[in-house]
């Protein structure tokens, strides 16, 4: 029987099948999911912001930067092998309206772009992607078979 391992708000976890990720309340943070499509090791990390050079919190789970290779770190732990992971992201809206130009305000996008750099980066293939809009967003990521499944308010859910 599948066991749902809740990820928190800059947080991360790794799954084996049957199990499945899931973490709730992505406005502008970003949630990114691994996957080992040999040894179906999956991860997901609930990623707040783009960089740790904005401020150390002692939680390397917060940023892009810094999640993303501990995530790799973890999944490898359990029998997932970098070079064969893909990504799928979901999350980066922007929920509030700003009336200004200052693109420190758009955390949802700033954190989405981090995402991507670092992946590319690490030279990790971003296979899927459900993000920006202004609307929140819960995940579930399933490590049975990849597929990270998107729920919103309103708005309806997918797989992706």
Request: aromatic share 6%; net charge neutral; proline share 3%.
């Amino acid at each position: 029987m599948a066991r749902i391992i809740k990820v928190g708000m800059a947080d991360l976890n790794v799954a084996e099948p049957p199990d499945v990720l899931q973490t709730c309340g992505l406005g502008s943070c970003v949630g990114i999911c691994l996957w080992d499509p040999v040894t179906k090791v999956s991860g997901m990390a609930h990623i707040m912001l783009p960089s740790s050079l904005l401020g150390k919190s002692g939680n390397d789970a917060k940023f892009a930067d810094t999640a993303i290779p501990l995530l790799i770190q973890e999944m490898s732990r359990i029998g997932g092998e970098k070079s064969r992971l893909v990504a799928k992201i979901a999350g980066g809206a922007q929920m509030f309206s700003f009336y200004s130009a200052n693109d420190i305000m758009k955390i949802g996008e700033r954190n989405v772009e981090a995402v991507k750099a670092v992946l590319e980066k690490v030279k990790i293939r971003l296979a899927a992607e459900d993000v920006g809009g202004n609307y929140g967003r819960t995940i579930e990521f399933y490590a049975e078979n990849g597929q990270l499944y998107v729920r919103t308010i309103n708005l309806g859910e997918k797989y992706i």
